[in-house]
């Protein structure tokens, strides 16, 4: 699998230090509040798995899986949800999680339909930030890393879903793209 790797982004001791300060910061912001940590499938499983534990509060959590509609590469922006929330959020505050946010798509629509929803508030934390290729206009609220157009793989990030276990963050050698 590691063959693969051309190199190594962001090493896993980067990831576990920032991961913890993350979770401070997370922990001062939701004292006192009803935290509801809601993780998308499947990339941020990992991530989230990690941060919930630097989070020194009460908290519950869920998940939601979306997908994109159609076949294209491309996102659409027209999302479906294949995995819904147990239960109504209307008395939460919700911290959605995610491996990265690329397009903001997929998290411009998530945001509008939880909304729909009425919980009490609406924050985001994501691991990564690909900046440089943003269509809508979302923004995270905690970001893990900023990272420069390139195609990254690791920790819960996958390409045809292979990668996601590997501890650290990488960039794919193009001999792997060479297969589809
Ligand atoms: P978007 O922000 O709507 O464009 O979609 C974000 C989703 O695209 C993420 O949750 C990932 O599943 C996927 N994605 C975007 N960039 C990368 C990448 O560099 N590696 C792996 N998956 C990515
Ligand atoms: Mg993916």
């Known amino acids: 699998m590691e063959e ?6 962001i090493s896993r001791e980067e990831l576990a230090k920032r991961v913890s300060e993350l979770g401070a910061e997370i922990t001062r912001d939701y004292a006192g509040k009803n935290l509801l940590v809601l993780g998308i499938l499947k990339g941020a499983v ?6 919930i534990r630097e989070i020194k509060l009460p908290l519950a959590y869920d998940f939601m899986a979306l997908s994109s509609y159609g076949a294209s590469t491309q996102s659409s922006g027209v999302v479906r949800i294949l995995k819904d929330l147990e239960r109504s959020v209307e008395d939460v505050h919700i911290l959605i999680t995610e491996d990265i946010v690329d397009t903001g798509l997929t998290l411009q629509y998530l945001k509008a339909n939880l909304k729909a929803r009425n919980p009490l508030s609406i924050k985001v934390v994501t691991l990564l930030d690909k900046a440089a290729r943003r269509q809508a206009e979302v923004f995270p609220d905690y970001n893990g890393f900023s990272i420069p157009d390139e195609f990254v793989v690791g920790y819960g990030l996958d390409f045809n879903e292979e990668y996601r276990n590997l501890p650290y963050i990488g960039v ?9």
Do not use: G, Q, T, W
């Open 172 to 180: 794919l050698k193009p001999e792997a793209y060479k297969f589809i």
């Open 4 to 9: 693969y790797i051309a190199k190594v982004l």
């Open 46 to 51: 990992p991530f989230m798995s990690d941060l």
